[in-house]
């Protein structure tokens, strides 16, 4: 599902229409360079946060009609004129890339989701909106798909996060199965930790259906894409799940047999429960 260090671009996506792809280029080019300043490389939380707010002004620059000399602002700027782009977006991924400087451990779902809400579902709105299709309704569904896609995205990668001393497990779920979150491996702990993921794969997966119907309304390209999305996040849940849930000693991902079942399936999708 990853698309480079930003998954949730679908920048090198066939079904892209090739009008589309330049815009997509320049906003994934400024998400992945954002997300690049607050995760990657030896800098300090402080200098990240820094980078971070020369972005924000950058940002509002462009806003303001008066986009920098840096040719990735100046394609933003151009692509947001040229689509009408809303700019909330952008800053609600800044605002998620400076939380994950100083942010590395979330206390409830509901925290775990405002996260969500500006780490991915601005990635749906600004998709719809290149689409056109930016309905109240289409933005409901996308940032429900968006969601999904994350938390999966945080399931599958426990092992990953808890080396970069991450947890993206909700302290009260773990409360909830009585699992410490200095132990999550531990051997001891497997069957407590079996009954956590099923409960957080039972909510993901819902979540994702519940958004589903957007892929079955949208035609075309965008629809099949979005149909693929939608069963690709599921077929992950269902890797999690083969492997009974041991996500430690085994990163589910989905392979070229996997990816041909996802086409089927998004194919023959004619229902959201599918």
Known sequence: ?????????????????RRLVPAVQAIYAFARSADDIADEGHATPE?????LKEYEAALVHVELGKPPGDPLFQRLAATIAAHDLPFRPLHDLLSAFRQDVTVHRYQSYAELLDYCRRSANPVGVLMLHLYGAA???NVRDS????TALQLINFWQDVAIDQEKERIY????????????????HDPGAHGKWRALMRFEIERTRALMLSGAPLALRLPGRIGLELRMIVQGGLRILEA????????????????????LKVFWRALWMRDASL
Request: hydrophobic content about 50%.
């Open 47 to 51: 200098q990240r946060l820094a980078a």
């Open 135 to 137: 309905t109240a309704e």
């Open 240 to 259: 999690i799940e083969e492997v009974d849930y041991d996500v430690f000693r085994r990163r589910p991902t989905l392979a070229r047999g996997d990816w």
């Open 169 to 184: 497990i909700p302290m009260e779920d773990l409360a909830r199965f009585v699992i410490s979150p200095a132990h999550l």
């Open 1 to 17: 599902m990853a698309v480079d260090h930003y998954e949730n671009f679908p920048v090198a996506s066939l079904l892209l229409p």
């Open 143 to 146: 940032d429900a798909i968006c």
